[in-house]
């Protein structure tokens, strides 16, 4: 049976001392539990070891496990974080070794295990106990900044402790032990101009007058420090750049006294004759110079307006240069001055800075001046032969040298131009066509080497004559019913002008027939009403009604018109509603334009035609070849696949298939030719015009021939030649005719015609047979 042991630990370091074993009933205090058994076993228990980090002597003592019981063949052991390499404990007498140097800032503590264990079983003779090994901190870390370097900025002339940035620096030792991580600064150099506190770090200026155009930055070197009011510790610096940030405290001044531009007198209003120049210190972005003339009639020749990025005056014109004028040299003293300063941060003592500034105007060759901007002219119309006014343009130069006139008008412009510069009418104007008539008028030097030229324009109204006489505003078709009563107003009319209608003007109406089924009654404001005089209509005796009405107006002179208006009578019903009126348009004349058209598509249909009888009568005079004999004529019309009765008729019929008829034909022998047969034979019907019998025994031999071609005899005797001169020689529309045809006349035609002779002339054939 094991014994209970009592262990103690002694741990001996420079600080805490001997480790004092406690038993567990002292380890739950306020408890106070005690267990009752047979027997009491103890546990290990153990406060934290402390050691020194950075010991350099190796190895260091670091704390003892001890027992009150010795024990034969018993050991002491570590486990845990770094057990038997960094620490290591004597097995017979529990001392713990340190092996490797430790610092705090990487790792502040490391927990092990100790054990009490048999040495041949490895069995453990007590419960293993937890224990921790807390390293305590020393002064080995200097302060260390935030950053390496600090980029900073304060306004120029700012004042007095004005706050600039603020710098951190972190010390890695412990803060508990002996201010080893409290952090003191101090400027050591720069601390004339700038100042820190010692505690935050904040750095704010010592003085108020910072001038950037002096000098933009500073360079200030701070210092932090650790374990304030000791001797020793660690300390570190950083150098932190502070800009100064520019304001508008400097003043432009102009860079010459005297500014001399040499300007040509045909430069343009609003371009630029000079610029001048000003030094401003501040930055662009605080320049808001001004520039002021001290004399006020310059701005009528001039304009001063600053540029935004050069900062430069910029002169513009802003009258006509003349150098024939009195003005031809212009001196004059111009102000610059920035109002935007404050002037208790000015520098200079003159807020203002003066230059004069000289332009002389140089002479150049210009072109002719007209006396006007534009010209403006008023002419009546209908006036012709008239010389309506004239332009004038000299020339400004000292040469004055003559001057021509030239219009871009064309040929059809009624207004003309004269090389003296009088504008005349040429043609009759009419307002009511074009009440206004504009050109542009050239003036050029007729003298000069440079032919300078100006042009300017021209403008005619054309005023309005009394010359068009009133007439109806629109198409009138009024109607009314056959029982209207007397004085009935059927209609209201009013009427246009194409002259002016300008206020004042009347128009009267009457009508210009006294004996009418109508009335005119002029209403005096323009209109009139239509009434009806003699009522109760027939429509057998009249449908329409034309009423004549004089329309003049109140003008100088006096116009007027006869408009007809056409009345219809129609058919109403009970409530007055109209039911059937005769159309009046039918009535109505065909238009011109109608004519025209009618004339045109009659003459091209008339040109068509002439067209086709002369391409026919063409075709007509084709050469004949005559002198072919009846084997030629089918190979040629057989090989190129042409249809006909002959050379020129290519489009009547396949000769081959009349051939074959021919050659059943019984012939004399004394007209019967040597050499073989070039035709197939069939027997001709016994009566003229009996074709059918003879186009079924053709079918039946075409269908069993096997040397022919198989022509499709119903189709091919379907087409007929358009140049033969009978009107159609085919059997089948003979065969469907009731008339009798003869066709001897095939005999007096001649050898071209002597196959058809045989074939269709069925008298003489049957004359052969007997």
């Not at 600090?150 to 710098?167: K, Q, R």
């Not at 056409?566 to 005769?582: A, L």
């Not at 091919?716 to 030649?721: L, R, S, V, W």
Request: negative net charge.
């Amino acid at each position: 049976m094991m014994k209970f042991l009592w262990l103690h630990l002694l741990v001996s370091t420079y600080v805490s001392g001997p480790l004092v074993l406690c038993t567990k009933e002292k380890r739950h205090q306020g408890r106070h539990h005690i267990e009752h058994h047979s027997r009491v076993k103890r546990d290990w228990v153990w406060n934290e070891m402390s050691v020194h980090e950075e010991q350099t002597k190796l190895p260091f003592y670091i704390g003892k496990l001890k027992t009150s019981n010795a024990i034969p063949n018993s050991r002491y052991a570590l486990q845990g974080e770094y057990a038997n390499s960094i620490f290591k404990v004597e097995e017979n007498t529990g001392d713990i070794y340190g092996f490797e140097r430790l610092d705090r800032e990487k790792k502040s503590q490391y927990e092990l295990t100790a054990l009490f264990v048999d040495r041949k079983t490895n069995k453990t003779l007590e419960r293993p106990g937890v224990f921790v090994i807390r390293l305590i901190d020393i002064n080995d870390n200097a302060p260390i900044f935030t950053q390496e370097s600090y980029n900073a900025s304060v306004s120029e002339m700012s004042s007095h402790g004005t706050l600039v940035t603020l710098v951190t620096a972190v010390d890695a030792d412990d803060p508990t032990v002996a201010g080893h991580a409290i952090v003191t600064y101090t400027i050591i150099q720069g601390q004339q101009i700038f100042r820190i506190n010692e505690k935050t770090g904040a750095i704010s200026t010592a003085v108020s007058n910072l001038d950037r155009e002096t000098k933009a930055s500073y360079e200030i070197i701070v210092q932090a420090k650790d374990s304030p009011g000791l001797d020793g510790g660690f300390s570190s610096t950083v150098t932190v750049t502070i800009h100064l940030n520019d304001i508008n405290d400097n003043f432009p001044m102009f860079t010459e006294k005297l500014f001399t531009f040499n300007v040509p007198e045909d430069r343009r209003v609003g371009e630029v004759v000079g610029k001048i120049s000003v030094q401003d210190l501040d930055e662009p972005q605080n320049r808001n110079t001004k520039y002021i003339f001290l004399k006020e009639r310059f701005q009528e020749w001039f304009q001063i307006k600053t540029n935004a990025q050069t900062n430069e005056g910029i002169l513009i014109l802003k009258k006509p240069l003349n150098f024939e004028s009195k003005d031809n040299v212009f001196r004059m003293n111009i102000e610059a001055t920035d109002p935007s300063i404050d002037l208790r941060v000015a520098k200079q003592e003159k807020p203002k800075s003066t230059t004069e500034v000289v332009i002389n105007v140089l002479d150049v060759d210009e072109p002719p001046e007209f006396s006007k901007p534009f010209y403006l002219f008023k002419v009546k119309e209908d006036v012709k032969f008239k010389n309506i006014d004239y332009v004038l343009a000299t020339d400004p130069d000292a040469a004055k040298r003559s001057v021509r006139y030239s219009a871009n008008n064309n040929r059809d412009d009624p207004i003309r131009v004269s090389v003296t510069g009088s504008i005349f009418i040429e043609k009759a104007l009419d307002r009511e066509t074009k009440a206004w008539h504009n050109l542009t008028v050239t003036a050029e030097e007729i003298d000069s080497p440079t032919k300078k030229a100006s042009s300017v324009n021209v403008y005619i109204q054309v005023l309005d004559v009394n010359d068009n006489a009133p007439e109806f505003a629109e198409h009138y078709t009024p109607k009314v019913c056959e029982n209207t009563a007397n004085e009935h107003v059927i209609l209201q009319i009013s009427s246009t002008d194409k002259d002016e209608m300008v206020p004042g003007i009347k128009f009267t109406y009457y009508s210009a027939e006294k004996e009418n089924n109508f009335t005119v009654l002029d209403n005096h404001d323009n209109t009139a009403s239509i009434i009806v005089k003699n009522g109760a209509f027939n429509r057998d005796v009249a449908k329409f009604y034309y009423l004549p009405i004089v329309i003049s107006d109140n003008g100088t002179p006096e116009q007027s018109s006869t408009n007809t208006l056409t009345i219809t009578v129609c058919k109403c019903n009970e409530n007055g509603e109209f039911t059937f009126c005769e159309e009046a348009a039918k009535r109505a004349a065909v238009s011109a334009n109608t004519l025209i058209i009618v004339f045109v598509s009659i003459f091209l249909i008339l040109l068509v035609v002439t067209l086709l009888l002369i391409l026919k009568r063409m075709r007509g005079k084709t050469p004949i070849i005559l002198g072919k004999n009846v084997p030629e004529i089918h190979e040629q019309l057989v090989t190129y696949d042409e249809e006909g009765g002959g050379e020129m008729d290519t489009n009547s019929y396949d000769v081959s298939v009349l051939n074959s008829v021919r050659r059943n034909v019984v012939r004399p022998k004394r007209e019967a030719e040597p050499g073989p047969m070039l035709y197939a034979q069939v027997q001709k019907p016994s009566r003229n015009g009996d074709m059918f019998s003879m186009i079924e025994a053709k079918k039946d031999e075409a269908d069993n021939d096997g040397e022919g071609l198989p022509y499709d005899t119903l189709h091919i005797f379907g087409y007929e030649g358009s140049e033969s001169t009978v009107e159609s020689l085919s059997s089948l529309e003979s065969g469907s005719s009731d008339s009798e045809i003869d066709y001897d006349v095939l005999n007096d035609w001649g050898p071209r015609f002597k196959m058809l002779a045989d074939l269709y002339g069925l008298e003489q054939l049957e004359e052969f047979a007997y």
